[in-house]
């Protein structure tokens, strides 16, 4: 074989990174170096703004797993788990029902997605005026002539149901787009011949449109469950996470900026990292991603 | 040619980089202990300084220019420049791991007291500006002053006049109990909510916090929440708690205090919605703009001491604001010295503000007349060990100046939340108790 000149092998080589340096500047900066300024922080008492900081080795991790409360808080991402079920079942069934022909079938695509559009922070304050005393939720109720005096996020149960029902709301329309995508993958010819069979509606996703939608349905069980565990913007503008409704990260925050412990608040930040991914390997493992082969 | 390796070896590269660049948190402190001395003639100082504020909106409707040029009539070579931050604690904090904030900045309540002298040029000795200013111990390390409040303020609640005089209630509480009897008075009387938590904005529950010293009339206030339980018996905190405590759950706050709005509690209280809000005279201003607003009359706006006497008469705290100071850093201290000086003594900042003079020598601004009238005493709290209070809130995470516990305390007196009082303030007093002992104090 004839060997290429050096000049041209070089370029050969350089080409590929040269298109790959702006993403890759892009994600350097502004991902992992701040993970990797996250992880060295982890070993330091710094309080986020002295420009004397020392190492503390592990102690911040050794506090972490020595106050039990500071985990009790992920008995809150209960609610959000148990959401996210809902969630991913109402997901799935107006992406199976708007996959078939339904009227004004692109409107109620359009109506549940939106939602996923908006800016969390947003939604937050829109909620807030939602769940007020005498606010949106209570004026619907009432025109349905049902008079509810009750406190929406009055207590710590009736807070967090209804946090994690706006969250339902809001990514709901993530959840529906990825499986209506997956489910009008699946070619049309398998339901005309399982209509032919004789097979239901019921049938038809049992069989064909479950099994189809497999990946995307394990990745999205990943996503709800990581996303469970790290839920912050909703109960932070809302709440604050007064009432019960504090998260993991909610605290992680504070104890940033309301306690100054930057170091500490880190090490939490590195061990949600870890508690994410030791969750998700688990999950890979029992549900291994199997290729699905339909025909 | 081993492509993989290749890989491997930029990879890691790029990852010694970003580790290296981790290792840095901001500028060495090599200016640190420079003065800010004040320019002899004012006509020969120059330069351009940028002041960095928390008042965004006199920065928008241009009254902060009409400062700067009325500065510019005495120190004509001067340029001011602003730059109002809204979110001015988080950004500021951030901005000061570099150089670069600013020439004149509000001191942000995060920096450690002894970690000034770092971060600001010193505006003089301690000794020297004790005479002529108010606060000065609050900024001061070593004998040295760091900063300088352009206006003083004391906490108090704000409440609607007319709402407490259609309740049968025309003097001052002089005791907790009172005061609850007083908005019972309220509940029953008239419509108004008798006092109003702000619950969900959350830091007008950590105002209660400056309570401290108005109850014992004790100037030593301070340094003894850095010695002892802030929530011992008899404690100026602990009545505090308890008062808010007892008034959340007799039922005289809000119907739902969980979606409670900071901005519509102004006209609503103006008008008379609500009766009563522990806060500061300086929302006194706010409120009697949200009256004007409202179309209602701005004098109902009316202002109270905490309802706790000694030896007969109220006792009010006075504090500094956001103390103004120089940054260490700056190329241009004369100027941001001036700057400075000007502002505090001769802008009418604090009169515009119907707030307290940092002068010594000034009188009371006129919405305090009532005060004067009562014989209310000014304190000053000692501040010598308030950086000390502010590691052991920090160290014990129990949050003195955060809504955090008071929320909880909120939820706790309407039932949303299970406990007993006794025994949530105890722990939090065990907290903070081990939080001192194990930073040495």
């Known amino acids: 074989m004839e060997r290429l000149p050096n000049a041209v092998k070089a370029r050969k080589l350089l080409t590929p990174w040269l298109f790959l340096i702006a993403p890759l500047v892009l994600l350097i900066v502004f991902t992992y170096a701040p993970v990797a300024n996250m992880l060295v922080y982890s070993f330091t008492d710094w309080d986020g703004v002295s420009p004397e900081l020392s190492f503390t080795g592990a102690g911040n991790y050794v506090d972490i797993f020595t106050r039990s409360e500071l985990f009790q808080v992920f008995l809150v991402s209960g609610y959000y788990l148990a959401a996210s079920v809902v969630q991913i079942a109402l997901a799935l069934y107006f992406a199976t029902v708007l996959s078939f022909d339904v009227r004004f079938r692109n409107f109620f695509k359009g109506v549940i997605f939106f939602p996923y559009l908006i800016n969390g922070v947003a939604i937050g304050f829109v909620f807030l005026y939602f769940f007020q005393d005498g606010g949106t939720l209570d004026s619907v109720l009432g025109l349905f002539g049902y008079e509810s005096d009750r406190a929406w996020l009055g207590t710590s149960t009736s807070a967090n149901v209804s946090l994690a029902g706006v969250s339902v ?31 239901g509606r019921w049938q038809q996703f049992r069989y064909i449109i479950a099994p189809g939608i497999r990946p995307v349905l394990s990745l999205t069980v990943i996503l709800s469950v990581s996303g469970s565990l790290s839920v912050f913007e909703i109960p932070y503008i ?57 025909v | 040619m081993n492509h993989r390796r290749s890989h491997r070896g930029l990879i890691a590269t790029l990852l010694a980089a970003a580790i290296a660049a981790a290792g840095c948190t901001g500028g060495g402190a090599s200016s640190e202990g420079a ?110 002053v760091y900063g300088q409040s352009p206006i003083g303020v004391t906490p108090g609640f704000i409440y609607n006049k007319r709402v407490w005089r259609e309740a049968g209630v025309t003097d001052w509480p002089t005791t907790p109990d009172a005061f609850v009897t007083a908005l019972k008075a309220i509940k029953s009387k ?125 006792c009010a705290v006075v504090a500094p604001d956001y103390n103004q100071a120089v940054n260490v850093h700056s190329d241009n201290k004369p100027a941001a010295r001036a700057w400075i000086d000007w502002f505090t003594e001769k802008s009418g900042y604090a ?45 014990s995470e129990v949050g003195i100046y955060q809504p955090d516990y008071r929320q909880e305390l909120v939820d706790m007196a309407r039932g949303a939340k299970d406990g007993e009082l006794d025994d949530y303030l105890a722990g939090l007093g065990e907290r903070w108790t081990e939080a001192a002992t194990s930073l040495g104090s």
Request: glycine share 8%.
């Open chain 1, 169 to 199: 709301w809001r990514h709901l329309g993530l959840n529906f787009v990825l499986f209506l995508g997956a489910v009008q993958s699946i070619p049309g010819e398998l339901y005309e011949a399982a209509e032919l069979d004789g097979a």
């Open chain 2, 190 to 314: 008239t419509d108004a909510v008798p006092y109003y938590t702000n619950f969900a904005a959350g830091w007008p529950l950590a105002q209660w916090t400056t309570v401290n010293g108005s109850v014992g009339c004790d100037t030593g206030a301070t340094t003894k929440l850095a010695e002892g339980d802030p929530w011992a018996e008899g404690a100026d905190l602990r009545v505090a708690d308890e008062l808010l405590y007892d008034i959340v759950r007799e039922g005289l706050i809000e119907k739902d205090p969980t979606t409670t709005n900071w901005e519509a509690s102004k006209p609503r209280t103006a008008k008379g919605g609500i009766a009563t809000q522990w806060l500061g005279s300086w929302a006194i201003i706010q409120f009697r703009q949200a009256a004007e607003q409202a179309g209602a009359d701005p004098d109902d706006i009316g202002f109270m001491p905490f309802p706790a006497q000694q030896d007969g008469t109220f």
């Open chain 2, 35 to 144: 003065d800010a001395e004040a320019p002899d003639d004012p006509s020969k100082v120059s330069g351009t300084i940028t002041v960095l504020t928390h008042r965004t909106d006199i920065v928008q409707d241009g009254t902060m220019d009409r400062y700067a040029e009325a500065f510019n009539r005495t120190y004509p070579k001067v340029k001011v420049e602003f730059e109002g931050i809204t979110d001015y604690e988080a950004e500021v904090k951030i901005r000061m791991n570099t150089e670069d904030y600013g020439d004149v900045l509000m001191i942000p309540a995060v920096i450690k007291k002894n970690d000034y002298p770092k971060f600001f040029a010193s505006l003089g000795t301690e000794e020297e500006r004790s005479e002529k200013y108010r606060f000065t111990d609050y900024t001061a390390v070593d004998g040295k």
């Open chain 1, 238 to 294: 809302m709440t604050g996470g007064a009432t019960g409704t504090e998260t993991f990260v909610i605290q992680t925050v504070k104890l940033a900026f309301q306690f100054n412990k930057t170091g500490l608040a880190s090490a939490a930040a590195v061990v949600l990292l870890l508690i994410i991914l030791a969750v998700t390997w688990v999950q890979r493992r029992l549900v291994p991603d199997d290729k699905v082969d339909l």
């Open chain 2, 351 to 395: 009169d515009d503000n119907l707030a307290l003079s940092p002068l010594k020598d000034a009188a009371l601004p006129d919405v305090l007349k009532d005060y004067e009238a009562a014989g209310v005493t000014f304190i000053e709290t000692e501040d010598s060990r308030g950086g000390e209070v502010k590691e052991i809130d920090n160290a």
